[in-house]
Structures are given as structure tokens and as C-alpha cells.
């Protein structure tokens, strides 16, 4: 291999680095040398331990609206476009009505086409729908929480949840699975903690059979629809194995739905746990006596302590997980460094949410000093890993969040973050097989530049 300028050995960033690789695994690792070939960091290849590449292949391979800055060019682009997919339910993409000057309502999309339409804004969390989309959800589902029949406008859980009301077909996932290892390897990626519906997981294995799945896909599967794949959980590949059961403990913060020991600043509520803990407890056991780990999402404080206390009660606490782990108070990270439970943080939200004046500040004001204390997690030994959520997908929007936190003693160098994207993902996805340049590892690396993550 040549010479590269930099390189993560163990958890230190070497210079003029050369790495022998025989047969895929790392044979030799030189740090030190006098000059280099290349110019460019070598790394273990990144770990996402939590991601949607999935869901958010699915929305890249439909029609997209991002950068269309006017509601009437919309109108346009989908009148032309929906003719084209051949689906019962036209789903299109990504429009961002920030700056319009009125929003799209069932109304407009009436006058486009009677097929059902509906409109995903960028963020995921709102929607617009035709009378006919309104129609025909109704028809199957019943009432839907959110939606406004009136306007067609629908908030937070239709377009949170949309595949499971208008599921993708087989083919359209077979197209996202593709695109998205496309788009992973593309970032640099080798490894994702992905959560996955019971449809996606059966595609995921099936396609592994035929062997045109290369990434390391741990996939976890959400509670509801567990029992939708009993038939798979023994399956095991390098490529593909199902590790966890996903739920849900409260929302998030941007809907105001994270469960917080205090009011909300700006809508002075309070948002609710959303299960007790013996249904929590019921998951652990039910994912205990099938080998896997629970995949806990909690955001607020409340959510984090029930889930560490739930948690504290298990069989092995250190085969679960917390997701997101975003807002704890200064025991809660005591404790999960305690118990060693797996920890997945998004360095990405401190970036994009987490400055001062920003979103977070906004809404709960001086707690925002309790997100993502790296140092703090660094220092007591707490067991995370980094991921982006897809929001945005990839590891150097994120790294940058890490190397700029709001609080100058919470950030971490670069080597250590690289090391959160790396080794710490591998190993929170149970595999040590890979995820560090050192001898007898798996070869599974990935170069990037320095400059990009200062940049950002
Ligand atoms: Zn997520």
C-alpha cells in the first residue's frame, strides 16, 4: 500500500504511515516513515451504529422537490412527474416551504390529479396530502393522528411513520438496499447499526443469499414487528445479522416531544413518557430470550432514566443499548458508565441543533449544556459509539459537531472522534474482527481528507 499522510493507529493519529494488507487482513502497520505517498488520513472504515439508510434510500429513489424555491414551480414539477410513477399512492420528496410566501394545501394538490398524492417536506416531519390520499388512507387506517383533513396537511407521526402506512414494494426496497450501500460506501462506511422494518430486514437476508450485500449490515428490528421475522432471527452471515429490538421511549425535540424532568421553554408542556416500565420490561425479556439486545430511543432526561433503570434490571445490561442518549443529567452518565450499557450519540445534532441560539437553546434553554458530553464520557469510561441518524448521513458533518461543541471542554480531538466512528462503532455492533489499523485486523479501511471535516 503507499504511504499515507496521517493514519488512526490504535487510538492515536500517526504521520507517513504504511500499511501492508495480505489476503484483506492488515499484516503490517509502519508509523513514522520519513515522507508519504499520498496525502490523506487512513482510517478504519467508519461505523454508522445507528442509521436509516434504508428509509432514506427509499425517498432518494422518489421524485425529489429539494431546490424548488416557489409552491407553484412544485405544482408544475408534480404535475409532470406523477404520470410517471406507477404506484397507487404518488409519493414525492423534500420540498422545503421556509421561505414561501403561502403553504401548499389539499386544495392545490386537487387540482393536479385525483390519484393519491402526498408531499414529504425536507425534515420528515410534515406532509401535504390530496383529497384522494386523504381518502384513501382513511379507508384503511381510520383517523390519523395529525392529520388535518381539512388543509391535507399532516404533522409529526404520518410522515414519521409513511412506509408503514404506504408500504414500499418489494422491488422499491430492493432498489433502496442497493442505493444505499452505493451512498455508504461512497462515505466511507463498512459498517451500519441499522433500524430496520420486518420488510426490509426479510429483503436484507434474502438479497444477502445471493450474495450482492457487501457492507456489515446489524440490523434491529422494531418491537411491533418482531414477530414478523421469528423465522430469520437465526440467521447469521458476516454481512447481515439481526441484533436488536427498537422502541421507542418518547419523541424528539424539534416536535417537542422528548420527555423532559421539566416544562418545554417555549410551549411551557411537558411531553409524556410512552410506556410504562413493565411493558419496557416485557421487551428486555422477550429480547433476552432470543439473543438480542434492546435498541432503546430516548432523548429527554425522564425517557433516559427509565431507560437506564429498566436497563439496570436486566439479565446482562451490557448487551442493550440507548439511542440518542442526547439530554442526560450529570448521574445518568454515571450510571450507563456503570453499567456499561451501549451508548449510540449523534455528534451531528451539536452541529446542526446544539449551538448556542440554536434549536435546542430555544426550546429548553440552560439544558443544553447536558447534551453530548463527550469529555464527560470520555473521562468516565461510558461505552459510545458516533452515528448520524441520517441526518445527514455520513461521518464528517458529525466529526466536525464533536471538534465544535458549544462547550469548549466537552470537545474532543480528532483522533478520539475518529475513534467513536470507528473502532467504538465496531465494537458496539458487537465485532472486533475490524475497526482498528493494527495487525490481524480485518483490512476494511477508508481515506478521507483533513481539510473536509475543518470545513465541515
Ligand atoms: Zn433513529
Not at 72 to 85: M, Q, S
Request: charged share 25%.
Amino acid at each position: 500500500m503507499p504511504v499515507f499522510s496521517k493514519a488512526l493507529v490504535g487510538r492515536f493519529l500517526h504521520e507517513n504511515t504504511d500499511v501492508e494488507v495480505v489476503g484483506g487482513v492488515i499484516t503490517k502497520v509502519i508509523p513514522g516513515l520519513d515522507t508519504y505517498d499520498i496525502s490523506g488520513v487512513l482510517v478504519p472504515g467508519f461505523v454508522d451504529a445507528h442509521a436509516h439508510f434504508i428509509s432514506y434510500a427509499l425517498s432518494l429513489n422518489r421524485p425529489r422537490l429539494d431546490g424548488i424555491s416557489d409552491p407553484d414551480e412544485v405544482l408544475k414539477f408534480v404535475a409532470a412527474k406523477a404520470p410517471r410513477v406507477d404506484r397507487e399512492v404518488v409519493i414525492m420528496e423534500g420540498y422545503d416551504d421556509t421561505l414561501w410566501r403561502r403553504p401548499l394545501t389539499r386544495r392545490d394538490l386537487d387540482r393536479i390529479t385525483d390519484r393519491p398524492l402526498i408531499l414529504r417536506r425536507i425534515c420528515g416531519h410534515k406532509a401535504v396530502l390530496n383529497s384522494a390520499a386523504v381518502r384513501w388512507l382513511k379507508e384503511r387506517h381510520g383517523p390519523i393522528e395529525g392529520l388535518d383533513e381539512e388543509t391535507g396537511l399532516a404533522v409529526e407521526h404520518l410522515p414519521l411513520n409513511l412506509s408503514r402506512y404506504v408500504p414500499p414494494s418489494d422491488r422499491e426496497v430492493e432498489t433502496a438496499i442497493l442505493t444505499a450501500e452505493n451512498l455508504a460506501s461512497r462515505l466511507g462506511i463498512v459498517a451500519l447499526g441499522e433500524n430496520a422494518k420486518a420488510q426490509y430486514v426479510r429483503k436484507l437476508v434474502e438479497m444477502d443469499g445471493e450474495g450482492r450485500i457487501n457492507l456489515r449490515w446489524r440490523v434491529a428490528v422494531y418491537y411491533s414487528e418482531l414477530g414478523e421475522i421469528s423465522d430469520l432471527l437465526n440467521y447469521t452471515s458476516e454481512r447481515v445479522r439481526i441484533v436488536g429490538v427498537k422502541e421507542f421511549l418518547d419523541g424528539s425535540v424539534g416536535a417537542r416531544t422528548a420527555a423532559f424532568s421539566f416544562p418545554y421553554g417555549d410551549s411551557g408542556g411537558r411531553a409524556p413518557l410512552l410506556h410504562d416500565d413493565d411493558y419496557l420490561r416485557g421487551i428486555i425479556e422477550a429480547a433476552e430470550s432470543r439473543g438480542l439486545g434492546v435498541w432503546f430511543h430516548a432523548i429527554g432526561d425522564r425517557a433516559i432514566e427509565q431507560a437506564l433503570r429498566v436497563i439496570s434490571e436486566a439479565g446482562d445490561p451490557t448487551r442493550h443499548r440507548i439511542e440518542h442518549f442526547l439530554f442526560p443529567r450529570n448521574e445518568h452518565y454515571r450510571w450507563a458508565a456503570t453499567l456499561q450499557v451501549g451508548i449510540a450519540v449523534q455528534p451531528n445534532f451539536t452541529r446542526r441543533w446544539g449551538r448556542l441560539g440554536g434549536l435546542y437553546h430555544k426550546v429548553i434553554g440552560d439544558a443544553i449544556y447536558w447534551h453530548n458530553r463527550f469529555r464527560t464520557m470520555e473521562n468516565l469510561g461510558v461505552r459510545y459509539a458516533f452515528s448520524s441518524d441520517n441526518m445527514p448521513p455520513g461521518p464528517i458533518y458529525g466529526i466536525s459537531g464533536a471538534l465544535r461543541h458549544p462547550v469548549r471542554e466537552e470537545r474532543l480531538s480528532l483522533a478520539e472522534a475518529l475513534y467513536r466512528y470507528t473502532g467504538a462503532g465496531a465494537r458496539l455492533l458487537g465485532d472486533d474482527t475490524y475497526g482498528e489499523i493494527e495487525v490481524g485486523k480485518q483490512a476494511l479501511l477508508s481515506v478521507f481528507c483533513e481539510e473536509c471535516v475543518e470545513r465541515g
